[in-house]
């Protein structure tokens, strides 16, 4: 088993910054491959970054360019750091771990999921 448990998110303005973590806990985070996804008020969960065991990422075209996923195993931790956000950001972000090998944009790719942390960029 492996718990996730997300921070960093909060309120801020269009054009803002904010760093997402996502701290493991109950087995190897080193073997696992990460992601995050979001979502937003009356819409589907949907795929924002994902990170090998190797460092190796991909990302959704709504954040490619302005969000970097990245992690540290020796914190357990993985991140996505959200640069120039907009209001369209808006979501609860979750993170999820898989026990397989690749870069799945889709839920069933994972097996884990944190609770959720809310990001809401104002206008």
């Known amino acids: 088993q492996v718990q996730l448990v997300e921070s960093g998110g909060g309120l801020v303005q269009a054009g803002d910054s904010l760093r997402l973590s996502c701290a493991a806990s109950?087995?190897?985070?080193?073997?696992?491959?990460m992601a995050w996804f979001r979502q937003a008020p009356g819409k589907e969960r949907e795929f924002v970054a994902a990170v090998s065991q190797s460092g190796g990422n991909t990302y959704a075209e709504a954040g490619r360019g302005r969000f970097t996923i990245s992690r540290d195993n020796a914190k357990n931790t993985v991140y996505l750091q959200m640069n120039s956000l907009k209001p369209e950001d808006t979501a609860v972000y979750y993170c999820?771990?898989?026990?397989?090998?690749?870069?799945?944009?889709?839920?069933?790719?994972?097996?884990?999921w944190g609770q959720g942390t809310q990001v809401t960029v104002s206008s």
């Open positions: 109950g087995r190897s985070f080193s073997s696992n491959a």
């Open positions: 999820a771990a898989s026990e397989g090998y690749g870069l799945g944009p889709f839920e069933y790719n994972y097996d884990y």
